[in-house]
């Protein structure tokens, strides 16, 4: 229990620290913008901001208070989850994200789901000893490394719906809609995946427990289900942390693509027109995003392996 | 790798770096010519990669796009490690609290992918290519910081430094003739890997409309460009998303057989 | 050559395993050419041979499982043909009829699983409950305590002892009438190589045929009925046990036993190729100690603790010039922390260590560097200490210079004379460590830590990780290298045999301190410490 607790407490600090590290960051960015820092707050320097509106900024951020007042004004703001009003969109930024995260946490989470299954189906099927698996076993790395999102989602666009017409190009809401996008997201990173399982699967199936499971009679099924899958979990596992923001950082992309509404389109329009505390909520949400995955995912790994064994 | 492969990918490298620096010699062409009596045509005889909606020959512009996405990747790169290498050997090599320091910091720079670090580096200073140098090479930083830093503390703890010490060598001499040396080799790994992620980055930025702006022929905006056409004209997106394929799974072939391996940057 | 058994037990009763001419092919390679033995129940056969002689391979082929191309004249397996089982066929032998122990049980289980899940696995065709009853019958069988906590447990949570019971549980619970021990006891130490070896003498006598896969024909005679000696996949010699250890006739089983150090007197070779020397004088003979008075080391109550455990706890001795002391003790005892902080690579928390009466330790680096010349090191695995981008020739000329280079040319000659010092061919100059064999690259290590001409060598497990008779070549390689230079070795190994054989003076370790120490011949012949008494009978000696 007490072992527990503290780990929480870690946990939660180093979320905490972290938080504020990105935060100070922005907080140095907007500063750092030549010129006015509420034009900068407003959609960057010479924008087209109101004077009313520039006022409202001033008032709200506190830039007529010396450097340390404005921080920690910052600060305070943020800790109510005060993000302030999206230039570019006169809503509350929280509302704002709110509407598009759902969206933008579907694809994620299903893509997520999606590379785990391809990956743990790749590694397996290449490590037979025949051709096809080494084929299989070398794309799977070029894919992995090599194929952008962007082309992959027009390619896929263009076999799929355009040549073939079975599924949308453009998101209508429907599940159809939803596969291509979430196979865009997935490939790439279950690329990655397999090549994590694959290593630590041919590690586990060369190893001395292996011999042993199969002189006491297990089939090569048996020694994949209850041997196999646990190694090659582990160390994917302790990457989901990064696998879920890399996904996030795909959304940007395949919703571009896919012309889907979501977090990373709310990104994409903030950062064209520099509309600031818009890019603060999503920096700061993806970042303690991160945090949360990374505890889960901590949790399961001590769940899987208490012994904390290097598989 | 096989002996094929390995003459294969020096072949490339060869190819890439003449295509880049002399684009002339394989597409004599100007990639900005506009031509609206030839726009759209489909792949032909003429025109190998077809013709884009002003009419212009998508071959040339891929041949000539070239430098540009080139030059950021490896432009980016160049700052990605640079920051890397110092900030992972000085992690590595400094005392333990100066390492747990920049271990935190890198940390944080880690929990934001490396798309989204960009995207906020352009929001606050506006796309183009300069920003886009900066972008993706701080983005890439943490990811290869702490690898450089892990390869360097492994050397560091080695029997090889040990054997040194009882040998008598002196701190200057070890990190001279052991510690540098065998810490290059990976990182000229590390680097070609690097390139060839960093032009994937590029070009991602360029597709959103965030990076060289047009009618520049860099292989992302082609590719955003040619979204728009996806149903009317698929070779405006497919060849330059082909080109950058190429373009990285070649370096990550390279990286591989000097001995890298692909990893979470 | 047949291992043809007189069954003295059951003179009607048939072999449980018959194998005639087993040949194991890997694409063009033979690992096992034209084996032939036979199994009875109630009897142990020992394959004994050393690595690449095909003995491992030639045990996994009665299970289906050497991974090759099988061929023989015969193969029966408890009644079935092994040449015409397809897997399905091997599955119904394996866990049921013939179960295997493998060496290491931290490796051989999964550390990811629970020990009671890896034994129950083994039961087919029955209902869980019944699975899980038999499973703790059967802790409970090999003397585990408390069975049904420790069954949950993975094996990293297992004592070295509880992981070793749980082995042989998961090796048994398919009541198979013969046993496969494959180098069962080679990552063990000696309180546990004892329980195995009392194991596998158990089984026996419940009736079961064991095969019994070692290098070691110190253990292999405290089990086996019948040995069978095996070199480049043939067998060269086999016969009863006693005869074939007491009247060897084949060349190669002479040599092995020949290399054994335990009984062997100091100085005398345990290779064939290694000329008898000449009566030396001894080591601390008037004629070394008048040139030279001081000791070579003197360590005083060296200490070091690691998070509030004492690894080495006020240890103290000397060493005198062209002697050698050997630590032993087993892993865990604090040796391989002694041997650092007198190189100088740990900073103890207390004690000193003065190198040819000079303060090495503690000192500043800087301070003490130039005396380093006059200590070197060995390890077990020498490739680690090498810089991957040196070729031979360039790690001794580096060597040779200092550091300052590792060019071959100018000091082409003393490369040269330091190979052939270590017997190692000159064309050797030009390979990359990485080409040599184990043999060779130890040899190297050896050369590399002689050219400054140290007075002291610390010699941290050197020959642990080497094949029986190679381990010969290198200790007479050791003890003619220290007569023709004068150097001291301070020699930590577990082997008991290998430390009797190299040591003037011997110090036994356990739990951070020297229990017991003083001239080899007496702490052995009448050990005073009861932990040495402990150590010495539980390991089995030849001589």
């Known amino acids: 229990m007490m072992g527990t607790l503290r780990w929480l407490g870690r946990r939660l600090g180093g979320a905490l620290v972290v938080l504020w590290l990105v935060a100070t960051a922005i907080f140095l960015g907007i500063r750092l913008i030549p010129g006015d820092p509420a034009e900068a707050i407003m959609g960057g320097p010479g924008s087209q901001a109101s004077a009313e509106a520039l006022a409202a900024a001033r008032a709200e951020y506190g830039l007529d208070l010396p450097l340390p007042g404005q921080y920690l004004m910052f600060l305070g703001k943020l800790v109510r989850l005060d993000f302030g009003t999206s230039y570019s969109l006169k809503d509350p930024v929280l509302t704002v994200m709110g509407e598009v995260l759902p969206s933008t946490l579907v694809l994620a989470l299903l893509g997520l789901v999606l590379a785990w299954v391809l990956a743990l189906v790749f590694a397996a099927l290449s490590l037979r000893a025949n051709r096809f698996g080494e084929l299989l076993g070398n794309m799977v790395e070029i894919v992995a490394a090599a194929v952008p999102h962007f082309w992959l989602g027009a390619v896929l666009i263009m076999v799929f719906s355009t040549m073939l017409g079975w599924l949308p190009a453009v998101d209508n809401g429907s599940a159809a809609g939803l596969l291509l996008p979430v196979l865009t997201l997935a490939l790439p990173l279950a690329g990655f995946l397999t090549q994590l399982m694959r290593d630590s699967l041919a590690s586990a199936f060369s190893s001395q427990f292996a011999l042993a499971a199969r002189a006491r009679g297990a089939s090569r099924l048996q020694l994949f289900w209850r041997h196999g899958l646990r190694h090659a979990a582990l160390p994917a596992l302790s990457l989901t942390g990064w696998a879920f923001s890399s996904l996030l950082s795909g959304a940007v992309v395949v919703e571009a693509v896919f012309a889907r509404p979501g977090l990373g389109r709310a990104l994409l329009s903030a950062v064209l027109s520099r509309d600031i505390p818009m890019v603060t909520g999503i920096a700061l949400f993806s970042a303690a995003s991160y945090m949360v995955v990374m505890a889960v995912t901590e949790a399961v790994e001590r769940l899987i392996n208490p012994a904390g064994v290097r598989a | 790798m096989s002996r094929l492969a390995k003459l294969g990918t020096g072949v490339f490298l060869v190819l890439l770096v003449v295509l880049a620096l002399f684009p002339q010699w394989l597409a004599p062409g100007d990639p900005l010519a506009v031509n609206p009596a030839e ?49 992972g050997t000085a992690a590595a090599l400094s005392p333990r609290w100066l390492d747990e320091a920049i271990l935190r910091v890198l940390e944080a720079l880690y929990a934001i992918p490396s798309l989204l670090m960009a995207l906020l580096i352009i929001a606050f200073t506006g796309p183009g290519v300069g ?34 010490t009882v040998l008598g060598r002196g701190t200057l001499a070890k990190v001279r003739n052991h510690l540098l040396p065998n810490a290059l080799r990976p990182l000229l790994a590390l680097i070609t890997l690097g390139v060839g992620q960093a032009v994937i980055w590029a070009s991602a930025l360029s597709f959103l409309g965030l990076g060289t702006p047009p009618p520049a022929p860099e292989w992302g905006a082609m590719l955003a460009a040619g979204r728009t056409y996806l149903h009317l004209a698929w070779w405006l997106s497919f060849f330059p998303g082909l080109a950058i394929v190429v373009v990285a799974a070649g370096a990550t072939m390279i990286g591989r057989a000097l001995g890298g391996k692909v990893n979470a940057a | 050559m047949r291992a043809s058994t007189t069954k ?61 191309t099988v061929t023989a004249d015969r193969l029966r397996v408890l009644g079935q043909d092994g040449l015409r089982l397809g897997e399905n066929g091997w599955r119904t032998v394996r866990g049921a009829q013939i179960g295997m122990v493998l060496q290491d049980a931290l490796s051989a289980l999964d550390p990811l699983r629970p ?181 070579a080391l003197q360590v005083s109550g060296l200490s070091k603790a690691f998070g509030g455990q004492l690894a080495v706890d006020d240890v103290s001795f000397t060493l005198p010039r062209g002697a050698t002391l050997g630590i032993v003790g087993e892993s865990g005892s604090g040796k391989t922390t002694t041997a650092r902080m ?202």
Not at chain 2, 51 to 62: C, K, N, P, Y
Not at chain 3, 39 to 62: D, F, I
Not at chain 3, 422 to 435: F, W
């Open chain 2, 39 to 87: 726009a759209f045509q489909a792949p032909n005889l003429h025109h190998v990669m077809g013709t884009d909606e002003s009419g212009r020959d998508v071959l040339t512009r891929i041949v000539h796009g070239a430098r540009d996405s080139l030059f950021i990747g490896v432009a980016a790169t160049a700052l990605g490690m640079g920051i890397a290498v110092l900030l």
């Open chain 2, 131 to 164: 920003p886009a140098i900066v972008a993706v090479g701080l983005s890439t930083a943490p990811g290869y910081a702490r690898l450089v830093r892990s390869q360097i503390r492994t050397l560091k703890a080695s029997e090889m430094l040990e054997a040194a």
């Open chain 3, 8 to 68: 003295r037990e059951n003179p009607g009763a048939a072999p449980l395993i018959e194998v005639e001419q087993l040949a194991v092919r890997f694409g063009a390679q033979r690992a096992v050419d034209g084996v032939s033995f036979t199994l009875h129940a109630g009897q142990c056969l020992a394959l004994v041979g050393e690595s690449g002689s095909g003995k491992s391979v030639t045990a996994r082929s009665l299970l289906g499982l050497s991974g090759g």
């Open chain 3, 115 to 295: 020990v009671g899940r890896e034994i129950s696995d083994a039961l087919r065709g029955t209902r869980r409950a019944e699975r899980r009853a038999r499973m703790l019958q059967m802790l409970q069988a090999v003397g585990m305590d408390d069975p049904a906590r420790r069954a949950a447990q993975r094996s990293g949570e297992l004592s070295g002892g509880m992981r070793q019971r749980a082995l042989i549980a998961q090796a048994l619970i398919g009541d198979p009438q013969v046993v496969i021990a494959d180098e069962a006891t080679t990552a063990l130490d000696a309180g546990l190589t004892a329980l195995v070896l009392r194991q596998l003498r158990e089984l026996k006598a419940q009736g079961r045929a064991v095969l019994m896969i070692s290098h070691d024909l110190a253990q292999v005679a405290q089990v086996a009925d019948r040995i069978a000696v095996m070199r480049g996949g043939k067998i060269v010699e086999s016969g009863p046990a006693e005869e074939l250890l007491g009247a060897p006739r084949h060349e190669y089983t002479q040599t092995l036993l020949r290399a054994v150090p335990s009984g062997v007197a100091r100085f005398t070779p345990l290779a064939a190729s290694t000329p008898r020397p000449a009566p030396q004088p001894a080591p601390d003979s008037a004629a070394h100690t008048e040139s030279r008075p001081e000791p």
């Open chain 3, 342 to 543: 007198v190189l100088g690579l740990q900073r103890p928390d207390a004690g000193t260590v003065r190198l040819l009466g000079r303060g090495f330790v503690p000192a500043r680096e800087a301070e003490r560097r130039p005396l380093r010349r006059a200590m070197g090191a060995i390890y077990q695995n020498p490739l680690g200490s090498f810089d991957p981008r040196y070729t031979v020739g360039a790690l001794l000329a580096d060597a040779l210079t200092s550091g300052r280079s590792r060019r071959l040319a100018p000091v082409r000659d003393q490369v040269h004379a330091l190979l052939h010092q270590v017997q190692l061919d000159e064309q050797l100059a030009n390979r990359y460590p990485t080409q040599l064999s184990g043999g060779q690259r130890q040899r190297l290590a050896i050369a590399r830590a002689l050219a400054p001409r140290p007075a002291v060598l610390v010699l941290d497990e050197p020959v642990s990780a080497l094949d029986v008779s190679i381990q010969a070549t290198v200790l007479d390689l050791l003890d003619e290298l220290q007569v023709q230079t004068g150097t001291s070795y301070l020699f930590i190994s577990h082997d008991l045999s290998v430390i009797e054989h190299m040591s003037d003076q011997v110090a036994v370790m356990y739990q951070g301190r020297f229990v017991e120490s003083g001239p080899t011949a007496e702490v052995f012949a009448n050990p005073q410490h009861p932990y040495t008494q402990r150590l010495l009978s539980a390991v089995p000696r030849l001589r």
